[in-house]
T-cell receptor, first 118, second 116 residues
């Protein structure tokens, strides 16, 4: 099925370990983003990209790195995991229509990756 | 700047009764408004969206929302709730005046619990 695919679904890390959350979409969406979801905090934007080779920081970027070498893939890297990064992570993508059509840029979300840092 | 508020962390309703989940927003221009739903252990999916035109927007699964510009609100409604509607609901806004910004702002979410 077309959509946004996230791997892994579950991961347990020890403090200080590094890992990469993978995100791939097959809808030719220009815009891709990573959110974390924490109880009572809603969705917070970590990083986003408006196209291959272009990334920018969101609301909570510290401790995370991203790159966008292709249109399809947008991996999120945790360089040195901390317990505060225990969360559910969602990747989301959308078309990048401009002007009056931009309102139709509805986000398509992946199923999420649950990360626990001990 | 754009922002959105969902004043209720949780809404409880009996099956068959009408439900309302509240959302208010703030933008400098005109808004694009969205409701997303998250079922347990799933990602978010869009329920409905307001871009322009009619203030009453109909969406999936019998949900609707009314855009009220004077009250800056976009409340989600359904005439008769089902147990299967129990989920987490997020309101989101994008400012039409944001130019090249494609980033919506999400509310903190409201947990809807429908009791049998």
């Amino acid at each position: 099925n077309a959509g946004v695919t996230q791997t892994p679904k579950f991961q347990v890390l020890k403090t200080g370990q590094s890992m990469t959350l993978q995100c791939a979409q097959d809808m030719n969406h220009e815009y891709m983003s990573w959110y974390r979801q924490d109880p009572g905090m809603g969705l917070r934007l970590i990083h986003y990209s408006v196209g291959a080779g272009i990334t920018d920081q969101g609301e909570v970027p510290n401790g995370y790195n991203v790159s966008r070498s292709t249109t399809e893939d947008f991996p999120l890297r945790l360089l040195s995991a901390a317990p505060s990064q225990t969360s559910v992570y969602f990747c989301a993508s959308s078309k990048q229509r401009t002007g009056v059509k931009s309102g139709a840029n509805v986000l398509t979300f992946g199923a999420g990756s649950r990360l626990t840092v001990l | 700047a754009q922002s959105v508020a969902q004043p209720e962390d949780q809404v409880n309703v009996a099956e068959g009764n009408p439900l309302t989940v509240k959302c208010t927003y703030s933008v400098s221009g005109n808004p694009y408004l969205f409701w997303y739903v998250q079922y347990p252990n799933r990602g978010l999916q869009v329920l409905l969206k307001y871009l322009t035109g009619d203030n009453l927007v109909k969406g999936s699964y019998g949900f609707e929302a009314e855009f009220n510009k004077s009250q800056t609100s976009f409340h989600l409604k359904k005439p008769s709730a089902l147990v299967s509607d129990s989920a987490l609901y997020f309101c989101a806004v994008r400012d039409q005046a944001s130019g090249g910004s494609y980033i919506p702002t999400f509310g903190r979410g409201t947990s809807l619990i429908v009791h049998p």
